[in-house]
């Protein structure tokens, strides 16, 4: 069994046990069960699964960083969201503006660039957490 908790600079979001972790890393996913090798990640933006008790309960985490040491899990994130707390409508009007955005400067583009990212990001974790 491992110990998960996600933290954010405003409170904890998450701290309880978990059979199964996978969240998105900004090169790819990962997954950590019990006895996971010690490590330390820099997080993307994406959905997190944690499994317990025969259930999922799924998040949106906005970047930061993960560490797992022995059969903890911690992640320190700017934001994590309930999955079922993230709007999409909210999410595609954000890509939709940002995609119309022009950018003049690297540092507008890089910003640009990062609101349609993590747009995109709300809108998958949205879907998934939408029952059909």
Do not use: K, N, W
Not at 65 to 73: K, S
Not at 99 to 115: F, G, L, V, W, Y
């Amino acid at each position: 069994m491992l110990q998960c908790s996600i933290v954010t600079p405003e409170r904890t979001i998450y701290d309880h046990p978990a059979e199964f972790v996978a969240m998105t890393l900004f090169d790819g996913e990962i997954g950590i069960a019990p006895g996971h090798t010690p490590m330390i990640g820099r997080l993307g933006c994406g959905e997190m699964r944690i499994r317990h008790e025969g259930q999922v309960d799924r998040y949106y985490v906005e970047g930061g960083f993960v560490e797992v040491l022995g059969d903890v899990v911690s992640v320190l994130t700017q934001r994590a969201v309930p999955a079922a707390q993230v709007d999409a409508a909210v999410a595609r009007e954000q890509l939709l503006s940002a995609q119309s955005r022009r950018a003049a400067t690297p540092e507008a583009m890089a910003q640009r660039d990062r609101t349609v990212q993590q747009s995109r990001a709300q809108l998958r974790v949205a879907r998934r957490a939408t029952p059909y």
